[in-house]
């Protein structure tokens, strides 16, 4: 394996394992309310774990993706590179879709939760949940979230493929993006819980990308 090679992969390794932390940030920072239309509500959007955690999962969704390109490089010249380079694009695709939804949330809800506490008008919460829950909004975050699985999937054929990683590594992570739409409605502890799951599984893909660079 040459130099800029091998530099690719431990990058992307990398990526993986800082992504899997930034995951676990994201549900254990984000405070989290019941009911989105009271000013407890607008004091947990103007807070500064909303934005750490939200900031967190945008980084997050762009690393993953990262990660998947070093595994193209990884598998360049073999018949399952096309694979993981369709889990780049299409992963790419996703994360920028989704990021779009939590950018939203990261500074639209911040802004309004600021407004909302300053004024001590919980009504305000009406604006914020309008765009969270508007149509187009819920399209483009589901569709985003979509791809971010399939992203995964692809990714973990090509590894189960590849004969130079381990084949169930891919696996996990596959499985836990399948279920990041779904773990929204999980109480706090099962979201965290997912989270440092999410974290387990990106560390086993970072291992094997550097390891395998080690071996080379």
């Known amino acids: 394996m040459s130099s800029p090679a091998r530099l690719r992969s431990r990058m992307g390794a990398v990526a993986f394992a800082l992504a899997g932390v930034l995951f676990v940030i994201y549900e254990v920072a984000a405070p989290r309310v019941a009911d ?5 509500s607008a004091q947990s959007w103007a807070s500064t774990g909303w934005s750490l955690a939200h900031l ?3 980084i997050g969704l762009v690393l993953i993706p990262l990660g998947y390109s070093a595994l193209r490089d990884h598998l360049a010249d073999t018949r399952n590179e096309a694979t993981a380079a369709k889990a780049t694009t299409i992963g790419y695709i996703g994360s920028a879709l989704t990021i779009s939804y939590y950018g939203a949330e990261t500074y639209g809800l911040a802004a309004i939760g600021r407004r909302a506490v300053a004024d001590g008008d919980a009504t305000l919460t009406e604006v914020g949940n309008a765009f969270r829950y508007d ?3 819920m399209t ?4 985003g979230l979509t791809l971010i699985a399939v992203a995964a999937v692809l990714a973990a054929v090509a590894v189960w493929r590849s ?5 169930w590594s891919g696996v996990p992570l596959a499985a ?3 279920t990041m739409l779904p773990q929204f409605f999980l109480p706090q502890i ?3 819980a997912w989270g440092a799951m999410v974290a387990a599984a990106t560390f086993w893909l970072a291992a094997q990308l550097w390891n ?3 071996r080379h």
């Not at 989105?36 to 407890?40: A, K, R, V």
Request: proline share 0%; glycine share 6%; no cysteine.
């Open 36 to 40: 989105q239309t009271t000013l407890e």
């Open 56 to 58: 967190a999962a945008i």
């Open 135 to 137: 149509a187009t909004a």
């Open 140 to 143: 483009v975050f589901a569709l």
């Open 163 to 167: 004969g130079t990683l381990d084949r």
């Open 176 to 178: 836990l993006l399948v």
């Open 190 to 192: 099962g979201r965290i």
């Open 212 to 214: 395998n660079t080690t």
